[in-house]
């Protein structure tokens, strides 16, 4: 278990990081095809470009849904693990990758934006996010994290002329930074108290039971709140609502789910690998006997039930006065992290596969409704604050049925998808007592109710003030779209197959050993 | 008998949805092919649902017609449908009112028709399956999924304060029902811990052994989403809104249908689940449900708007139908049941009858009209005929309700009955106020004289409930021999259990007991 793995052969390299090679080559390659295709008309650029980056990530999800399903390995020096968690998220970011890429086609068309740098940064991203969740080595997870989180900012300034734009992605630069930093000093400590980068070595020293607990404590809230950053759980939350009103809209979908992901994911696997130790004695990895009984449990548990809590009403009431609508989902996305973080402090396999769950749920259902966003704006900004909602429904009824769809969806009503995840994660928590935290979360979810049915209403059940132009609408966009609703719809019908999938993959957090 | 019966009938409205869906509503031609459309479906699902009629058998007092299927296995969902003596009376009660208000819309809702009819009969489906879901994860969807299209219909074809009216709705019953969730899954943990065995099937919960405290707390959140819905007297506030500013549909099918899902909650559900905690609550709600019949009645004597006057009327009845179940003796839950199927037609009628004349005048306020019984005589004496029956006139349906209701209380508890017994004076009083006012007297305001008689599609739809309302007022054994065994059933569930305190609180004690040494041990440790 301990003994490093050193062998090194091209099939065990593609087997474990092959997303990640995919991805990296790739996106080398497409800088190549963007000089060549650099004297061609924008509309044939962009064509190519966005068809190419939708390729690649469909290549890559491929690679990773038909990749040896049971290996458990680890490369690199014990930098990289493979396993079905890893490769859960994974797949998780790359739909969502997907999904953007989809929709940027359309969306950098009608914003006359055709760039091939975009699709370079997305496709980075993704290869950084793949990165970070399969680390199993602290400073790799830095590293990744920074590769994914650069190729964001720079995504979230994409639009040059816009100053909420470049405010929101210079805010986001900044504090990003400082939660990076808040990691790095985690880490540092974690390696001179227990001098080893490697979660489960340090597992092991923590399990050992012979560690000074303040240093610890300390390394362990200062690399949450690097997560939380990302994860956008108050109080990390501030940057949340002008990021995501700033930036593009199809990049704010693909950011508040795939970062969502991955930065969740890897926590998961920091809390429930690194710092709980979760070796029975007998050395087995045995998650339901020892979680619980984790010395740090005390600590952590309250100051995820207390930020969960705050997420949850926090990010649903801010969200009810907003008038815009990308902030108005950023704030809803501040409280999808609260839900999520409920099945955090279950603690258990439930809890763990409710979030998985509910990550795949959220990416479908927001990616989703910052496409119809981006349809109904036109042009970025020109129709984005909830008054132009009004009666749309009558005007453009299609669009209007799938954001209602998604919001209901958002919303956690019967029979969509989101209603199964917020169900998965709450019954977690109230199959380990949280009953409190179970009835104010539910309670919140009210609040929220009330605003994503405010856009509804407005589209439905009021006249239209000003006439609302939407952009022209692209196939790969509507696809994109329609796959969404679909996911919606099945999960919330059929959740079983997901939801066993993620099992599977939660349980394998007990075998990164 | 080995088709899955009540399967057809929930989902036959979804097949009218998919018909609806393909036709284009520009034309005049196009809104009548929906609405003709919409009928149909509603038509056959009634039909559908008199083979529940004849496949039903009323000397078993358990769930019949039972369909079983895995939904999601690893929390042990089922898709699992059944009936008993009430919910088979409120199916029908479902199936015939809607094809009831579809005709009495033909006119009224002439914008966005094809969305109305398809947010009326998604309605129907779900409403349908709250009644024959077996599996309370499988109710939970369903009783959410009605809120959406209920929303839609109040919010977008109401009144004028009507986005108010769905908002206050909405965000109502969605507090009681998402508290009601949280309890669900409590209650399906609890009986895992204690069973090993993870259900959501309701006929596996029903005996769940557990401490008094927890029955008390699930009760409380449980009776708090069905008091929403029924309403009872304090958590009412919506209901007024909702009615007045819902389109005549909706109000129809809210009060004939919608308010029946919270007594039919507490009937099926929070009594049987939690006997105990039942027990406890029994005197609240029965002081609760006296203050809805008397306060209802009060407000609703001097209401000057003839719709919001039904609407607070329904307060009252609905009263009545939570004082018959919780006197829990034989005729008082058959009152109640028959109360509510009562209610069902009687105000269902009432809001037709509203909604007929506010389409000729566009005004509900009731000092408006005054004499029209010469001009409209037709409309004047139906309109009476329901309010004798609203009234509990002998030989009405009403009658009957509330007389075994009031039996079954004073036999049990005689101050509640003799309070509750005004009600029915002061429903007499504000029915027939407002009858003598609306219909007799000089006539004072000029606009009533050109005002229309019913026409042949008003008196089609009404018909079916007059007939209902003498058919039940004079020969009632024919809906309560369906649903002898079926109450019987139900009392022995929540009685029986009442009786066995003694080794529920030693469950209770071993509970905490075990509790202790479990922290006794931790504290060693």
């Not at chain 2, 979804?14 to 034309?27: C, D, E, T």
Request: charged share 10%.
């Amino acid at each position: 278990m301990n003994n490093i793995n050193m062998s090194f052969d091209l099939y065990h390299l593609w087997q474990v990081c092959g997303g990640q090679l995919i991805l990296i080559v790739a996106g080398l390659l497409l800088i190549l095809v963007d000089i060549i295709l650099m004297e061609k008309d924008q509309e044939i650029r962009g064509r190519w470009m966005g068809w190419l980056t939708v390729f690649i990530f469909a290549a890559t999800i491929g690679h990773l849904a038909c990749r040896e399903w049971d290996l458990h390995d680890t490369i690199f020096m014990n930098v990289f693990s493979a396993d079905k968690y890893s490769i859960f998220i994974s797949i998780v970011m790359t739909c969502a990758g997907l999904l953007a890429a989809m929709m940027s086609i359309g969306y950098l068309r009608n914003n006359g934006l055709v760039r091939g740098e975009y699709y370079i940064l997305l496709v980075f991203a993704v290869a950084g996010a793949i990165g970070l969740i399969q680390s199993v080595d602290l400073l790799m997870m830095f590293i990744t994290l920074e590769v994914m989180s650069l190729a964001i900012y720079a995504l979230a300034a994409f639009l040059k002329d816009s100053s909420y734009s470049q405010e929101g992605a210079f805010k986001y630069f900044l504090l990003g930074s400082f939660g990076s930093a808040l990691f790095l000093f985690g880490v540092a400590i974690i390696y001179g108290t227990t001098g080893t980068l490697n979660i489960t070595q340090m597992a092991q020293y923590i399990s050992g039971g012979s560690y000074s607990t303040l240093p610890i404590l300390v390394a362990f809230a200062m690399i949450m709140a690097g997560f939380f950053f990302k994860m956008a759980m108050v109080p990390f939350h501030m940057w949340t609502p002008d990021v995501y009103e700033g930036a593009p809209s199809v990049i704010t979908g693909f950011m508040a789910t795939a970062v969502k992901a991955a930065a969740f994911g890897v926590f998961m696997k920091v809390l429930f690998v690194g710092f709980t130790p979760i070796l029975a004695s007998s050395g087995q990895p045995d998650f339901a006997a020892t979680v619980n009984l984790s010395a740090l449990g005390p600590y952590w548990k309250p100051v995820i039930w207390w930020l969960a809590l705050l997420s949850m009403f926090i990010g649903n009431l801010i969200a009810v006065s907003q008038s815009n609508i990308k902030r108005m989902l950023a704030y809803s996305s501040i409280a999808h992290a609260g839900y999520m973080a409920v099945g955090i402090i279950a603690a258990n396999g439930e809890g763990r596969m409710g979030v998985l769950f509910y990550l795949f749920a959220y990416t479908l259902m927001n990616i989703g409704a910052f496409g119809v966003v981006y349809l109904i704006d036109g042009m970025e900004r020109k129709a984005q604050d909830l008054e132009d909602y009004r009666g749309l429904g009558y005007i453009y009824p299609s669009l209007s049925f799938l954001l209602s769809l998604f919001l209901v969806a958002m919303a956690g009503l019967p029979p969509t998808a989101g209603f199964i995840a917020k169900f998965y994660v709450f019954a977690a928590a109230i199959k380990e007592g949280y009953f409190l935290l179970a009835a104010l979360g539910v309670l919140t979810s009210v609040i929220g109710a009330y605003y994503y049915l405010r856009v509804i209403y407005l589209m439905y059940m009021k006249e239209k003030v000003k006439d609302v132009e939407r952009g022209p609408i692209a196939a790969p966009t509507v696809v994109a779209l329609v796959i969404a609703a679909l996911g919606v719809v099945y999960l919330g019908l059929l959740p079983e197959n997901l939801a066993s999938v993620a099992n599977l993959a939660q349980q394998s957090l007990a075998m990164i050993f | 008998m080995n088709a899955p019966i009540l399967t057809y009938v929930t989902f036959l409205p979804l097949l009218g949805v998919i018909f609806i869906m393909a036709v284009p509503q520009r034309s005049e031609a196009g809104k009548n092919v929906i609405r003709a459309i919409a009928l149909v479906a509603s038509l056959f699902t009634f039909l559908a649902s008199l083979r529940i009629y004849h496949a039903f058998d009323a000397s078993i007092g358990a769930f019949q017609l039972l369909e079983d299927h895995v939904w999601i296995p690893s929390y042990g969902i089922h898709y699992k449908l059944g009936i008993d003596g009430l919910s088979f009376w409120l199916i029908l009660l479902t199936t015939f009112l809607t094809p009831l208000t579809i005709l009495s819309t033909w006119r009224a809702i002439d914008k966005r028709v094809k969305e109305f009819q398809v947010a009326l009969l998604v309605l129907e489906t779900a409403m349908l399956g709250t009644f024959v879901a077996l599996d309370l994860f499988l109710f939970y969807v369903f009783w959410e999924l009605m809120l959406i299209p209920m929303y839609l219909i109040i919010g977008v074809w109401g009144g004028e304060r009507r986005i108010y009216a769905a908002i206050k709705f909405f965000l109502y019953t969605a507090v009681g029902s998402l508290l009601m969730l949280v309890c669900i899954i409590g209650l399906v943990y609890f009986h895992n811990e204690h069973t090993g065995h993870l259900t959501f099937d309701l006929l596996q919960l029903y005996g769940t052994s557990m401490p008094r405290i927890y029955e008390i707390l699930f009760f409380a959140a449980f009776a708090l989403a069905f008091a929403i819905k029924v309403p009872m007297f304090p958590l009412h506030t919506w209901l007024p809104d909702a009615h007045v500013e819902a389109p005549t549909a909706g109000s129809v099918i809210l009060a004939g249908i919608l308010l029946k899902m919270g007594t039919y909650g507490f009937f099926r559900f929070a009594m049987p689940l939690f006997p105990q905690g039942s027990a406890y609550f029994a005197p609240l709600i029965i002081v609760l449900s006296i203050i809805g019949i008397i306060y209802g009645a009060l407000v609703a004597m001097v209401q000057p708007d003839i719709k919001k006057l039904v609407a607070y009327s329904s307060v009252s009845h609905l009263g009545y139908c939570m004082l018959g179940l919780y006197v829990l003796t034989r005729q008082g839950v058959e009152g109640s049941v028959l109360q509510m199927i009562n209610h069902g037609i009687s105000t269902g009628a009432l809001f037709l009858l509203v909604g007929i004349v506010y389409e000729r005048r566009h005004t509900r306020l009731i000092k408006e009209y005054g004499g029209i019984a010469r001009i409209v005589p037709i409309y004047s004496t139906i309109f009476l005929i329901v309010t004798l029956s609203s009234i509990g006139f002998p030989t009405t349906n009403g009658f009957i309700g509330e007389f075994l209701i009031l039996l079954g209380a004073f036999k049990v508890n005689k101050i509640a009955a003799v309070f509750a017994a005004t009600g029915v004076i002061l429903g007499a009083v504000y029915m027939l106020w407002m009858v003598q006012r609306v219909f007799y007297g000089q006539v004072k305001n000029p606009k009533n004289l050109a005002l229309k008689d019913m026409n042949l599609r008003e008196v089609a739809y009404m018909l079916p409930l007059l007939v209902l309302i003498f058919w039940i007022g004079l020969y009632p054994n024919f809906f309560l021999k369906k649903m002898h065994s079926s109450v019987e059933h139900f009392i022995n569930q929540v009685k029986v259990e009442d009786v066995q305190e003694q080794p529920h609180n030693f469950a209770a004690a071993n509970n905490i007991l075990q509790l202790g040494e479990v922290t006794v041990l931790k504290v060693k440790e």
